[in-house]
């Protein structure tokens, strides 16, 4: 890849679906401080977007991506610089579940470290069959405490545990099996495979699902009476939505609903 091009791409589609492309395939796309950079901006931007559908996360090479670039890291080790650098990778994070729109990676090759917690950060995950995935940091005395922050709101602790103290690879079958990925294709049917997902998300009304997502992770984090006071809350808001009174006066006239999917 020629030192000019960037670091991450960006394409978007007529019907508003955004695809950034990490764009370091001789690094194994490995999160730099430079690419974390550009996904915070490219996030940032697309927050404030409501001409946005859905993003999905891919990447260019032979891998999705091998977490954070370990040459930076050992350049200046201090606990500042550490201290600092996951937080600006935490911000990148919490930004893909922050998004009013559903975030999918499409993962080929490996995803390890920060790149298995960016697959467990965005909100939908379709993995190549012969994809793998771990949190290998152990491996080289690391833990890796801020991925075990996504693996454990994805998979159940056991399973995330063994994948933290291990460090040892698992399959695409076995993340679809423990819940890390929600569908798994054969390499060439990949792209198919996302595509259906997008058509189905895109289908549906935008300001339904913005208003779904900011609930589904604002109920995680509470105690079961404060996450239904949230959800009837949201419920309510939603139904005075004219698309959603359509749709359900529609389903009772036994007619298809006059607006169709809207903002």
């Known amino acids: 890849m020629s030192s000019t091009e960037p670091l991450l791409l960006s394409t978007r589609d007529a019907r ?3 695809t950034l492309t990490l764009n370091r395939p001789q690094a194994f796309n490995a999160l730099s401080e430079d690419l974390l950079a550009a996904l915070q901006a490219a996030l940032t931007t697309l927050t404030g977007d409501e001409g946005v559908r859905a993003v999905v996360i891919t990447a260019a090479g032979r891998a999705f991506c ?16 550490y201290q600092d650098l996951f937080a600006r990778c935490s911000k990148v994070m919490l930004a893909l579940q922050r998004l009013p729109v559903p975030v999918i990676a499409r993962v080929h090759g490996i995803a390890t470290a920060a790149g298995c917690q960016l697959v467990a950060m965005c909100d939908l995950a379709v993995a190549a069959s012969d994809a793998r995935f771990a949190v290998s940091g152990v491996n080289l005395g690391l833990f890796c405490a801020t991925p075990s922050v996504a ?16 460090g040892d690879f698992i399959s695409a079958e076995q993340a679809l099996a423990k819940g890390l990925v929600n569908r798994v294709a054969a390499p060439e049917q990949l792209d198919a495979e ?7 998300i ?7 699902l913005a208003m779904g997502k900011e609930l589904f992770y604002k109920q995680l984090e509470c105690g079961i009476e404060a996450a239904y006071q949230l959800a009837g809350q949201t419920m309510a808001c939603n139904m ?11 389903f009772i006239d036994k007619r298809p609903a006059s607006g169709g999917p809207k903002a």
């Open 16 to 18: 508003g679906v955004v």
């Open 66 to 81: 091998a977490g954070h670039d370990l040459k930076e890291m050992r350049a200046e080790p201090s606990a500042a610089y």
């Open 151 to 166: 693996l454990t709101r994805n998979l159940g602790r056991k399973a995330a545990f063994e994948m933290l103290a291990t």
């Open 194 to 200: 996302v595509e259906r997902l997008v058509a189905s």
């Open 202 to 208: 895109v289908a549906k009304p935008r300001l339904a």
């Open 240 to 250: 005075m939505d004219d698309c959603a009174l359509d749709g359900v006066q529609a």
